[in-house]
């Protein structure tokens, strides 16, 4: 997908150039999430032990 929607990509640059090519973009945003879904943030860290 980076290849298509890379700086170098042919296939961003037409998108560019089309009303609906914002609307391209993000459903393209929505398939990587399905795809690769972002990692959830880590749990906070336990408080450190009375001294």
Excluded: F, T, Y
Excluded at 5 to 17: K, L, M, N, R
Excluded at 22 to 46: F, G, K, M
């Amino acid at each position: 997908m980076d290849a298509v929607v890379g700086a170098a990509s042919e296939v961003a640059e037409e998108w560019d150039e089309v009303p609906s090519g914002p609307e391209w973009r993000q459903d393209i945003r929505r398939l990587r999430n399905v795809l690769a879904p972002p990692a959830p943030p880590a749990p906070p860290a336990p408080p450190a032990p009375p001294q």
